[in-house]
């Protein structure tokens, strides 16, 4: 598990965006992860970096202990975990995702 857990540590660190979802930004598997993809677009995000968290079972679960956090989708935005969907779409909402995701590193 050491290692899933490092390989995800390199993505959220690699990348300025990055999404783990179940899918990809091109065909979302659940409601939640299609509604994160839709709030990033709304945002203007172009160099969304997304894991199809589907894919590997190990990273699935290793998010979940990355971040103590129990659901997906989970965004990360300059190596900060930022929240699920529920909580992008609150963010988003009152304007404050756009500073998040407008801010630089």
């Known amino acids: 598990m050491r290692d899933v857990q490092q390989q995800i540590d390199s993505l959220v660190k690699g990348s300025r965006v990055v999404l783990f979802m179940k899918g990809t930004a091109q065909f979302p598997q659940c409601g939640f992860s299609g509604r994160a993809i ?8 172009n160099d969304l970096k997304t894991v199809n968290v589907l894919e590997d079972d190990e990273v699935r679960q290793g998010i979940k202990d990355y971040a103590n956090w129990p ?16 909580i992008m779409m609150e963010m988003y909402q009152s304007g404050e995702l756009k500073q998040v995701l407008d801010a630089q590193s």
């Open 38 to 45: 839709q709030v990033l677009k709304a945002c203007g995000v």
């Open 71 to 86: 659901t997906i989708p989970q965004l990360y935005v300059n190596g900060e975990f930022v929240g699920g969907s529920d």
